[in-house]
């Protein structure tokens, strides 16, 4: 008959993905004609326990390059974005969050660029990212034990398995196939 033991280990006890579109500007020197490019760098991020929210601070550094005075001239603006995202974040079985937890925060969509519209000098685009977060905490969970004991292995002395060995050696018939026919 089994009986049951708990143990307490570390598990994810929580995860949750989120998926984010938010529109930026940036100002331009020059009145832009055409954007080239824009591109998403640098994204980096950590995640933390906020109350019963998780929330997520992150950057990254954003590059458009537009051209102006007709298409004539071109030039790259280059901006720091920070962001504060925050989650509810389910929990699993009745997990309890005020202990000592872990926050993992993987990028499942890294930012990139979606749209973007020119408004005299003003730059606006949008940036659409997906973020998932993992809470990994204390938790216990039940295991069946058997109570009946494994028998014991039989430990034979080194001399005896020489022995053995010598034994074969000597019994073997090395023309065996050979006589079958």
Request: glycine share 6%; aromatic share 10%; charged share 35%.
């Amino acid at each position: 008959m089994a009986s049951f033991k708990e143990i307490v280990t570390k598990a994810v006890i929580g995860k949750g993905k989120k998926y984010f579109k938010d529109s930026y500007y940036v100002e331009a020197e020059n009145n832009p004609d055409t954007v080239l490019g824009c591109w998403v760098i640098n994204h980096k991020f950590k995640g933390y326990k906020t109350g019963d929210k998780i929330g997520v601070d992150g950057s990254f550094d954003i590059n458009i390059w537009y051209s102006y005075e007709n298409d004539s001239k071109t030039t790259v603006i280059n901006k720091k974005i920070e962001y504060n995202n925050l989650f509810n974040v389910k929990i699993r079985d009745n997990a309890d969050l005020t202990g000592d937890t872990d926050i993992i925060v993987r990028s499942l969509k890294q930012p990139s660029c979606s749209e973007v519209k020119i408004d005299k000098n003003k730059i606006t685009f949008n940036i659409e990212k997906e973020l998932g977060v993992e809470i990994v905490g204390e938790t216990k969970m039940k295991i069946a034990v058997e109570d009946d004991e494994e028998p014991w292995d039989e430990i034979i002395d080194d001399d005896k398995i020489d022995e053995t060995l010598k034994e074969i050696d000597e019994n073997v018939d090395d023309n065996y196939l050979d006589k079958r026919s």
